[in-house]
Protein backbone atom coordinates (compact mmCIF):
# COMPACT_ATOMS: atom_id res chain seq x y z
CA UNK A 1 0.00 0.00 0.00
CA UNK A 2 1.04 3.70 -0.86
CA UNK A 3 2.17 5.93 1.99
CA UNK A 4 -1.23 7.60 2.99
CA UNK A 5 -0.59 11.21 2.22
CA UNK A 6 1.05 12.63 5.84
CA UNK A 7 4.19 13.39 7.08
CA UNK A 8 6.85 10.79 8.65
CA UNK A 9 10.43 10.63 9.07
CA UNK A 10 11.49 8.57 6.04
CA UNK A 11 9.94 6.59 3.31
CA UNK A 12 7.32 4.05 3.53
CA UNK A 13 9.23 1.30 4.82
CA UNK A 14 8.69 -1.51 6.90
CA UNK A 15 10.03 -1.86 10.88
CA UNK A 16 9.56 -5.67 11.20
CA UNK A 17 5.37 -6.07 11.53
CA UNK A 18 5.04 -2.56 11.73
CA UNK A 19 5.35 0.35 8.77
CA UNK A 20 5.72 3.06 11.45
CA UNK A 21 7.39 3.01 14.88
CA UNK A 22 5.20 6.20 16.39
CA UNK A 23 1.77 7.54 15.43
CA UNK A 24 1.26 11.13 16.81
CA UNK A 25 -2.25 11.76 17.41
CA UNK A 26 -2.95 15.77 18.12
CA UNK A 27 -5.18 18.73 17.65
CA UNK A 28 -3.31 21.02 14.58
CA UNK A 29 -4.74 23.88 15.91
CA UNK A 30 -3.19 24.10 19.26
CA UNK A 31 0.23 22.14 18.71
CA UNK A 32 1.18 21.15 15.19
CA UNK A 33 3.64 24.38 15.19
CA UNK A 34 5.06 24.16 18.37
CA UNK A 35 5.08 21.35 20.73
CA UNK A 36 4.42 18.73 18.26
CA UNK A 37 6.42 19.89 15.29
CA UNK A 38 9.21 19.87 18.06
CA UNK A 39 8.62 16.51 19.32
CA UNK A 40 8.42 15.47 15.36
CA UNK A 41 11.42 16.70 15.25
CA UNK A 42 13.29 15.11 17.94
CA UNK A 43 12.12 11.70 17.28
CA UNK A 44 13.11 12.39 13.09
CA UNK A 45 16.57 12.78 14.74
CA UNK A 46 16.82 9.95 16.77
CA UNK A 47 15.85 7.89 13.70
CA UNK A 48 12.19 7.08 14.88
CA UNK A 49 10.08 6.64 12.15
CA UNK A 50 6.97 8.88 12.75
CA UNK A 51 3.72 9.21 11.18
CA UNK A 52 1.85 12.60 11.42
CA UNK A 53 -0.68 13.39 9.40
CA UNK A 54 -1.47 17.64 8.23
CA UNK A 55 -4.78 19.24 9.85
CA UNK A 56 -6.81 18.83 6.61
CA UNK A 57 -8.93 16.24 7.45
CA UNK A 58 -12.20 15.13 5.97
CA UNK A 59 -15.70 14.35 7.75
CA UNK A 60 -14.57 10.36 8.21
CA UNK A 61 -11.40 8.61 9.10
CA UNK A 62 -9.40 7.73 5.74
CA UNK A 63 -8.37 3.82 5.26
CA UNK A 64 -4.82 5.45 4.90
CA UNK A 65 -5.24 6.68 8.93
CA UNK A 66 -6.55 3.70 9.84
CA UNK A 67 -4.06 1.56 8.25
CA UNK A 68 -1.18 4.22 9.57
CA UNK A 69 -2.84 3.61 13.43
CA UNK A 70 -2.88 -0.47 13.18
CA UNK A 71 0.85 -0.60 11.36
CA UNK A 72 2.48 1.89 14.13
CA UNK A 73 4.60 0.14 16.82
CA UNK A 74 2.92 2.80 19.53
CA UNK A 75 0.80 5.97 19.51
CA UNK A 76 1.31 9.32 21.00
CA UNK A 77 -1.95 11.11 21.82
CA UNK A 78 -1.18 14.91 22.60
CA UNK A 79 -4.26 15.97 24.48
CA UNK A 80 -4.68 19.23 24.27
CA UNK A 81 -7.36 21.92 25.23
CA UNK A 82 -9.69 21.17 21.81
CA UNK A 83 -8.49 18.18 21.22
CA UNK A 84 -11.83 16.95 22.11
CA UNK A 85 -13.76 19.48 19.91
CA UNK A 86 -12.45 17.47 16.55
CA UNK A 87 -14.68 15.06 15.51
CA UNK A 88 -11.65 13.57 13.54
CA UNK A 89 -9.67 13.35 16.69
CA UNK A 90 -12.24 11.96 18.56
CA UNK A 91 -12.91 8.79 16.17
CA UNK A 92 -9.09 8.31 15.89
CA UNK A 93 -8.76 7.95 19.61
CA UNK A 94 -11.53 5.32 19.48
CA UNK A 95 -9.68 3.42 17.10
CA UNK A 96 -6.42 3.85 18.78
CA UNK A 97 -7.61 2.18 22.35
CA UNK A 98 -9.33 -0.37 20.44
CA UNK A 99 -5.80 -1.07 18.83
CA UNK A 100 -4.96 -1.17 22.52
CA UNK A 101 -7.09 -3.45 23.51
CA UNK A 102 -7.03 -6.07 20.17
CA UNK A 103 -3.28 -5.99 19.08
CA UNK A 104 -1.75 -4.91 22.29
CA UNK A 105 -1.02 -1.21 20.80
CA UNK A 106 1.46 0.65 23.04
CA UNK A 107 -0.40 4.10 24.03
CA UNK A 108 1.43 6.89 25.89
CA UNK A 109 -0.72 9.77 26.45
CA UNK A 110 0.24 13.28 26.43
CA UNK A 111 -1.48 16.11 28.65
CA UNK A 112 -0.45 19.26 27.10
CA UNK A 113 -1.57 21.86 29.42
CA UNK A 114 -4.81 20.12 30.32
CA UNK A 115 -5.84 18.73 33.89
CA UNK A 116 -5.42 14.44 33.15
CA UNK A 117 -8.81 14.66 35.72
CA UNK A 118 -10.67 16.76 32.55
CA UNK A 119 -9.57 13.88 29.97
CA UNK A 120 -11.00 10.91 32.43
CA UNK A 121 -14.57 13.21 32.99
CA UNK A 122 -14.98 15.66 30.13
CA UNK A 123 -14.53 18.41 33.02
CA UNK A 124 -13.47 21.87 32.05
CA UNK A 125 -12.67 22.25 28.14
CA UNK A 126 -13.50 18.51 27.12
CA UNK A 127 -16.68 18.87 28.87
CA UNK A 128 -17.77 21.99 26.95
CA UNK A 129 -16.60 20.68 23.62
CA UNK A 130 -19.09 17.34 24.67
CA UNK A 131 -21.90 20.04 25.18
CA UNK A 132 -20.78 21.37 21.99
CA UNK A 133 -20.95 18.19 20.06
CA UNK A 134 -24.21 17.02 21.86
CA UNK A 135 -25.37 20.59 20.44
CA UNK A 136 -24.52 19.86 16.88
CA UNK A 137 -25.87 16.28 16.44
CA UNK A 138 -23.36 14.42 18.12
CA UNK A 139 -25.02 12.60 21.15
CA UNK A 140 -25.54 9.19 19.36
CA UNK A 141 -21.63 8.88 19.56
CA UNK A 142 -20.37 11.07 22.48
CA UNK A 143 -20.74 7.20 24.38
CA UNK A 144 -18.14 5.98 22.70
CA UNK A 145 -15.64 8.89 22.74
CA UNK A 146 -16.00 9.39 26.51
CA UNK A 147 -14.89 5.54 26.83
CA UNK A 148 -11.90 6.38 24.69
CA UNK A 149 -11.06 9.71 26.85
CA UNK A 150 -11.29 7.87 30.07
CA UNK A 151 -9.14 5.34 28.89
CA UNK A 152 -6.53 7.14 27.56
CA UNK A 153 -6.97 9.80 30.63
CA UNK A 154 -6.31 7.32 33.13
CA UNK A 155 -2.52 5.81 31.55
CA UNK A 156 0.44 6.53 32.26
CA UNK A 157 2.62 9.00 30.21
CA UNK A 158 3.58 13.04 30.62
CA UNK A 159 1.97 16.42 31.60
CA UNK A 160 3.13 19.27 30.32
CA UNK A 161 2.60 22.02 31.86
CA UNK A 162 5.63 23.61 34.48
CA UNK A 163 9.27 22.05 32.87
CA UNK A 164 10.52 23.24 29.91
CA UNK A 165 8.81 21.96 26.98
CA UNK A 166 12.35 20.35 25.20
CA UNK A 167 12.66 18.34 28.88
CA UNK A 168 9.82 16.51 28.00
CA UNK A 169 10.06 15.94 24.61
CA UNK A 170 13.74 14.39 25.84
CA UNK A 171 12.39 12.50 28.14
CA UNK A 172 9.70 11.35 25.84
CA UNK A 173 12.14 10.11 23.17
CA UNK A 174 14.31 8.43 26.23
CA UNK A 175 11.32 6.18 27.11
CA UNK A 176 10.54 5.29 23.69
CA UNK A 177 14.46 4.52 22.47
CA UNK A 178 14.31 2.41 25.87
CA UNK A 179 10.46 0.73 24.97
CA UNK A 180 11.70 -0.11 20.90
CA UNK A 181 15.43 -1.84 22.18
CA UNK A 182 13.67 -4.67 23.96
CA UNK A 183 14.22 -7.69 21.52
CA UNK A 184 10.79 -9.88 20.54
CA UNK A 185 11.13 -13.32 20.91
CA UNK A 186 10.62 -15.82 18.08
CA UNK A 187 7.10 -17.99 19.08
CA UNK A 188 5.56 -20.32 16.16
CA UNK A 189 2.71 -18.09 14.84
CA UNK A 190 0.56 -21.89 14.66
CA UNK A 191 -0.39 -22.20 18.43
CA UNK A 192 -2.72 -24.82 19.36
CA UNK A 193 -5.29 -24.42 22.60
CA UNK A 194 -2.97 -21.42 23.71
CA UNK A 195 -5.60 -18.34 23.25
CA UNK A 196 -7.50 -19.71 26.74
CA UNK A 197 -4.49 -19.61 28.81
CA UNK A 198 -2.94 -16.61 27.54
CA UNK A 199 -6.45 -14.75 27.97
CA UNK A 200 -6.64 -15.89 31.60
CA UNK A 201 -3.07 -14.78 32.25
CA UNK A 202 -3.38 -11.06 30.33
CA UNK A 203 -6.72 -10.73 32.64
CA UNK A 204 -5.45 -11.24 35.65
CA UNK A 205 -1.94 -10.03 35.19
CA UNK A 206 -2.42 -6.30 36.03
CA UNK A 207 -4.29 -7.58 39.35
CA UNK A 208 -0.67 -8.91 40.12
CA UNK A 209 2.02 -6.68 38.61
CA UNK A 210 1.55 -2.78 38.63
CA UNK A 211 4.14 -1.78 35.86
CA UNK A 212 4.29 1.97 37.76
CA UNK A 213 5.16 -0.24 41.29
CA UNK A 214 8.51 -0.84 43.16
CA UNK A 215 7.14 -3.95 44.03
CA UNK A 216 8.85 -7.14 43.39
CA UNK A 217 6.31 -9.87 42.14
CA UNK A 218 6.80 -13.92 41.27
CA UNK A 219 4.12 -15.60 39.08
CA UNK A 220 4.59 -19.30 38.49
CA UNK A 221 3.29 -21.38 35.66
CA UNK A 222 2.90 -24.67 36.67
CA UNK A 223 2.08 -27.99 34.84
CA UNK A 224 3.55 -31.33 33.12
CA UNK A 225 6.72 -30.91 30.78
CA UNK A 226 6.12 -29.91 27.19
CA UNK A 227 2.72 -28.41 27.84
CA UNK A 228 3.68 -24.77 26.38
CA UNK A 229 4.60 -23.34 29.51
CA UNK A 230 7.92 -21.85 28.25
CA UNK A 231 5.78 -20.69 24.90
CA UNK A 232 3.37 -19.22 27.06
CA UNK A 233 5.45 -17.24 28.96
CA UNK A 234 7.35 -16.03 25.86
CA UNK A 235 3.78 -14.81 24.33
CA UNK A 236 3.04 -12.83 27.49
CA UNK A 237 6.27 -11.38 27.70
CA UNK A 238 6.29 -9.97 24.26
CA UNK A 239 2.47 -8.34 24.69
CA UNK A 240 3.90 -6.74 28.10
CA UNK A 241 7.72 -5.98 27.92
CA UNK A 242 6.88 -2.77 26.63
CA UNK A 243 5.40 -1.55 29.71
CA UNK A 244 8.62 -1.86 31.40
CA UNK A 245 11.64 0.43 31.51
CA UNK A 246 13.81 -2.89 31.64
CA UNK A 247 12.85 -6.38 30.70
CA UNK A 248 14.47 -9.87 30.19
CA UNK A 249 13.48 -13.71 29.80
CA UNK A 250 15.91 -16.02 30.87
CA UNK A 251 15.33 -19.58 29.97
CA UNK A 252 16.72 -22.98 31.20
CA UNK A 253 17.71 -22.04 34.49
CA UNK A 254 17.28 -25.05 36.57
CA UNK A 255 19.88 -26.69 33.86
CA UNK A 256 22.10 -23.97 33.33
CA UNK A 257 22.31 -23.40 37.07
CA UNK A 258 23.93 -26.96 37.21
CA UNK A 259 26.60 -26.78 34.97
Request: aromatic share 12%.
Given at each position: MDCPRASSSSSCTSIGPWDYEVFLSFKGKDTSHNFTDNLYAALYRKGIHTFRIDDLR???????????????RLVLVILSHNYARSNWCLDELVRIMECREEMGKIVFPIFYHVDPSHVRNQKGSYGEAFAYHERNGFGHQTQR????????????????????????????????????????LHVDK???????????????????????SNDVRMVGIYGFGGIGKTTIAKVLYNRIAAQFMIASFITNVREDSKS
Open positions: GEDIAPGLLYAIEKSWRAALREVGSLSGWHVHDWFEADYIEDITHVILMRFSKKIKLIGMDYRLEQLEENFPLIINPL
